[in-house]
């Protein structure tokens, strides 16, 4: 184990090291001194992200106030003071390093946690739950794949953290019903969570690595909310069928009958009316993105203003939104501007020769460091670090065009970080499931291993596909 103080030491003293290293030790041709900074802010980010000596979010701060120090116009004196060397490279404008903390990522986001704080409000999640479960009747292996599937619905739109604590609230009672030693309390408690993971992959809003990807698909490679669930919904439902096969087939249910009560009704007065208008006229603005015009990220906002002017969003609701997932992701995309906007992701690709490599290697490599780096770390860190590195290569290796160049890499990496979910510590789903003492590390680590792996080869083959027949890249 790690001690305490080194969790601190380690990831201080290595940055200042490559701060103090000459330009020649580094094995990059025309590394400039502006680059060799970033490379001190990366590898600070990667090692707090990894000790975790300061909370993830708190490193995402501290990730944009070093750039706006050492690499903006605007920053200490002491890091301008070299600008007369060729090897100084340009500084970035400050306000675009400030600017990621409104990014329309951010926005994205935010419009989701405003839908999904109205809808837990007035009680719509719970309401759709029960209306939903009630067609799966009371076998047990029926009604898990009723509780994976509502779980799965809610985590594209909801946090998966939210939807995970919901809906293993709601089967509290119903895990107690199972023996002691009945592989059914494992089954039911380990199915919504793994639900929630892969059910975050149908939508753009419906996990941080998404939304992070969405920053690089622009352009030519530009993917709307509705183009990402168009593959990203058939991905989930095919991994959820399996997962809902594993688990039933290695936790198989000794109790024959089961039988869920979920209280409540819709609730009928006006604020909750606006709730479901409003619920169901974003996500259709979303879909049907191509017809009005507007992008994803506009239509997030309208949720924002509509229950704000009619109070169904309050200050004292403003308190509890995520504000450290924002937090995180502007972090990852402060790191990104750095990489691209000084050149040092394409410098750092271009310095190793991938085509040399055959682009299954590159494109099967990059997705499994991912899933191996998602298991252990925060999903939304892991894409931080890795996505800006992977568009420029994806955007650099000729060989990768046939199978989707850019694209395929990016939404291959972007899926495997949120298939890491092998331990308790993967995912907070995993861990709020591994707290209710029904469910072992090594019992989830079984199924999160095998869906992990499945996950990551289907999703390779279902985007390649995709691109065979035209629908992306």
């Known amino acids: 184990m790690i001690r305490p103080y080194l969790k601190f030491i380690i990831p201080i003293a290595i940055p200042l090291l490559i701060l103090w290293l000459p330009l020649s030790a580094f094995p990059f041709d025309g590394l400039t001194i502006i680059q060799q900074r970033v490379i001190a802010i ?10 975790e000596p300061i909370p993830i979010y708190a490193t995402s701060v501290v990730i944009i106030v070093l750039e706006l120090l050492m690499l903006s116009d605007k920053g200490l004196w002491v890091f301008k ?19 990621t903390f409104a990014s329309p990522i951010i926005m994205l986001f935010l419009g989701g946690f405003f839908l ?76 919504i969570p793994v639900a929630a993971n892969i059910g975050g992959i149908g939508t753009p809003i419906g996990t941080p690595p ?24 058939p991905f989930v439902i095919i991994l959820m069928a399996l997962a809902w096969v594993l688990i039933g087939s290695l936790y198989r249910a000794e109790q024959k009958s089961i039988e869920l009560t979920i209280k409540g009704k819709f609730l ?10 409003t619920f169901a006229a974003t996500i259709l603005l979303w879909l049907l993105g191509s017809m009005h015009g507007m992008d994803s990220y506009t239509v997030a906002l309208i949720p924002v203003a509509v229950f704000s002017v009619t109070g169904i969003i309050n200050k004292e609701d403003l308190k ?31 310095s190793i020769p991938f085509d040399q490599y055959s682009p299954y290697i ?19 860190a892991t894409a931080n670090l890795l996505m800006p590195i992977m568009a420029a290569l994806g955007a650099s290796m000729i060989s990768l065009a046939p199978l989707g160049g850019e694209v395929t890499l990016i939404l291959v990496v972007t899926f495997a970080a949120s298939l890491g979910m092998s331990l308790p510590i993967s995912t907070p789903p995993n861990a709020l499931a591994h707290a209710t003492g029904n469910v072992e590390s090594s019992q989830m680590a079984r199924v999160g291993v095998i869906l992990g792996i499945v996950g990551v080869l289907m999703s390779f083959v279902m985007i390649w596909l995709l691109h065979v027949v035209g629908h992306i890249g």
């Not at 997932?325 to 990489?339: D, E, F, K, T, Y």
């Open 320 to 350: 509890k939104i995520s504000w450290d997932v924002l937090w995180l992701v502007s972090g990852g995309i402060a790191l990104g501007l750095a990489l691209d906007k000084t050149g040092l992701a394409h410098l750092m690709v271009h």
């Open 268 to 277: 009928k007065t006006p604020k909750a009316i606006i709730v479901y208008i």
């Open 210 to 233: 998404n939304a992070i990807a969405l920053k690089y698909l622009v352009g030519d490679n530009l993917i709307t909310f509705g183009e990402w669930m168009a593959f990203g919904v």
């Open 81 to 99: 003071t070299q600008q007369h060397l060729p090897e100084f490279g340009g500084l970035l404008r400050h306000s675009e390093i400030m600017a």
């Open 362 to 380: 590159v494109l099967f490599g990059a997705a499994f460091l991912c899933l191996l780096m998602a298991n252990f770390m925060s999903h939304t």
């Open 116 to 191: 999904a704080m109205a809808a837990t409000k007035y009680r719509l999640d719970v309401n759709l739950a029960r209306v939903l479960l009630k067609p799966f009747g009371k076998d047990p292996k029926f009604v898990m794949l009723g509780l994976m599937l509502i779980t799965g619905i809610f985590s594209m739109f909801m946090s998966n953290t939210a939807t995970t604590a919901m809906m293993l609230s709601i089967l509290t009672p119903v895990i107690a019903v199972f023996g002691p030693k009945d592989p059914g309390r494992v089954a039911f408690a380990l199915c």
């Open 42 to 51: 990366f590898l600070l980010a990667a090692l707090l992200w990894v000790f």
